[in-house]
């Protein structure tokens, strides 16, 4: 995978050059930055909320950390769980971690990685989410970091996967490995950004498909994307990733859509 290496380096490489050129502002409050400081000022960067428990990725209530099952979920029976996750079929992902709620800052900070393609910022988003699971054993034993994959024609206008970059600044602050190219995207979604929850699931029912099952079978595994919302995406992916017989899946992303 020599070529997207070579991209994100040129796309750094170009950031760098641009900063040294025209001072950057910080992306929350819009001050200027110290050459030391990169897309947010110290400020900024310290006050952003951090949660520190899991959540059910369906309800969105906190759970107990030695918990590893939603009660509330569980307490309302088959059919509320019908109602969340579709089909019927148990939570396929336990337990979520996020950095904070989709609030103005983490909204800008994700965007401006994303779409103003601030790679550093990414890992440092990424590296952020992986040291608040330093005392998570459900997580930190996990045995890979799966992020969730783009179609192939998206990943060429963007340049790069922003899951990718986000695994791999977890995967710097906890050595939990990152696999790639196990899971792969095979219909190419729609933005989900204006659809309902029933748009949304339709939008990606059968959309992934895993390549390789030998190396996700008896595994526990973590999806990683940017922000969570419904939770529909991550359980499609997780629907995939139990079918090829993956032990345990929980998911992490920067932010939690809470409404
Ligand atoms: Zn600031
Ligand atoms: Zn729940």
Partial sequence: MLLPKLLHSLLELKDDLLDFVYPQHCAICKKYLRREEKDVCEVCWNSLETLTDPFCPYCKSFIEEADTECSFCKSRGKISIENHTKGGEDHKILIVRSLGRFDEYYKELIHRFKYGKKIPLGKRLGQRLGETIDDDSIFLKSDFLIPVPLHKSRYRERG?????ILAEGI??????????SVLKRKKNTKDQTNLSREQRE????DAFVVSCPKMIKGKKVILVDDVITTGVTLSECARMLKQAGAEKILGMTIAVVTD
């Avoid at 790069?160 to 990718?164: G, K, V």
């Avoid at 602050?173 to 990152?178: K, N, P, R």
């Fill in 202 to 205: 339709e939008n990606v029912r």
């Fill in 160 to 164: 790069f996967n922003q899951s990718d």
């Fill in 171 to 180: 995967s710097k602050a906890t050595g939990l490995s990152v696999l790639k």
